[in-house]
């Protein structure tokens, strides 16, 4: 038990079974807060263009003569 405290590890919030309780002042269930460090953003603006040029090289250096003659 004492592992999953360090881990980070938090029992899940039951779910609400007592619907009428709320009736009378409904509001959005809580949020979320979890951290957004960055996100994949900055990673893919390198790798996307590195993996355009990479298939234009393998494109023209192997099927740039590959035409079908008429």
Do not use: C
């Not at 405290?5 to 938090?10: F, L, M, P």
């Not at 590195?50 to 234009?56: N, R």
């Amino acid at each position: 038990m004492e592992n999953e405290e360090k881990n980070g590890y938090q029992e899940p919030v039951p779910t609400e079974t007592d619907y009428e309780a709320h009736q009378a002042d409904p509001k959005p269930a809580p949020t979320v807060n979890e951290p957004d460090n960055e996100g994949a953003g900055p990673a893919m603006k390198w790798i996307i263009p590195i993996v355009i040029v990479i298939l234009l090289v393998v494109y023209f250096l192997y099927f740039r003569n590959n035409v079908s003659q008429p």
